[in-house]
């Protein structure tokens, strides 16, 4: 093999050398962040429903220490009663990542507190500044962690159902960062499932369409969510083995939203039809 002269860029100029330096220094002299504080003011935020200042207005977390404030604030969930029902996917589609200008796929702890029972009133006064997406959920039968195979996810689904998710992000003006959002529990408010139906069909591309009083306010696809709304449970699976809290029997897992989320206003008749599942809704009352 011929040896390859040493490219250009490959060799550090000295201007590069320096800036380097300044980064390393520069994250050396960063504030160590008060994780479990950070949850805390997250959590009371949502409680209080009061919306705060972003975290990275002081500190721009890590991915991991956004995830371990998500763990927390969470645990102080688990504490107060609440039970794990499973996990929430975003970014999963061209259509949120546009809308919110992040285009890393996250994930969040859905718990108890978040169900929203379908055709039921959702108290409005609990939200901040609720939007809703429309999504598709799993139901599992069997636990499913680590690196999994499309056909593998498929064979641990007992149902799928199609779903609203409430989004409430608990930042001034729904604006963040990733480390924000993720700390955040990727904005997990509520969500609402309609009719369980056996997977036994192509759910790869089914038209949806979200409407507010009967009037159409998204319009999607199923195929919006990575081409394929399996590929988000295939993530989904990692992410929580990774998390080294694998997704188990019984569990729901929403695959993210499918079109843009809409702003939502009290006494709003919310409902979600897709094409061979059936209609999901739900009562905004102030
Ligand atoms: C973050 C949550 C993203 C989805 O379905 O993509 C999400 C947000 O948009 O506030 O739930
Ligand atoms: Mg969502």
């Known amino acids: 093999m011929a040896t390859k002269k040493p490219s250009k860029k ?43 200042t972003q975290i990275s207005d002081s500190v721009e977390l890590t991915l991991a220490e956004a995830y371990e404030v998500q763990r927390q604030a969470i645990a102080l969930r ?29 994930w ?23 939007r809703v997406e429309p999504e598709i959920a799993f139901l599992l039968k069997r636990p499913l962690f680590g690196l999994v195979t499309p056909m593998q996810a498929m064979d641990a689904v007992e149902a799928i159902a199609p779903a609203l998710e409430i989004i409430d992000s608990r930042y001034d003006n729904f604006k963040f960062s990733l480390g924000d959002v993720v700390a955040d529990n990727a904005s997990s408010s509520g969500f609402v499932t309609g009719p369980w139906v056996k997977p036994d069909f192509d759910f790869s591309n089914l038209g949806l369409v979200l409407n507010f009083d009967g009037k159409p306010v998204q319009i999607g696809s199923t195929a919006a969510i990575m081409g394929h709304p399996l590929r988000s449970l295939v993530a989904a699976a990692r992410f929580a083995a990774e998390a080294g809290e694998p997704l188990q029997t019984g569990w729901i897992v929403m695959a993210g939203g499918a079109t843009a989320a809409e702003g939502l206003s009290p006494n709003q008749h919310v409902e979600m039809e897709m094409e061979k599942m059936g209609r999901v809704s739900f009562t905004t009352r102030a």
């Open 10 to 52: 490959s060799v550090a100029k000295p201007a590069e050398r320096k800036s380097d330096k300044k980064k390393a220094a520069s994250a050396s002299r960063r504030a160590k962040p008060n994780i479990s504080m950070i949850a805390r003011t997250l959590d009371d935020a949502a409680r209080n429903v009061q919306a705060t």
């Open 78 to 106: 688990v504490r107060r009663g609440e039970r794990r029902v499973g996990i929430k996917m975003g970014f999963t589609s061209r259509a949120k990542i546009v809308q919110m200008g992040i285009s890393d796929m996250i």
């Open 108 to 130: 969040g702890r859905l718990t108890s507190g978040m169900i929203v029972e379908e055709g039921a009133p959702m108290d409005f006064s609990r939200f901040i500044h609720p």
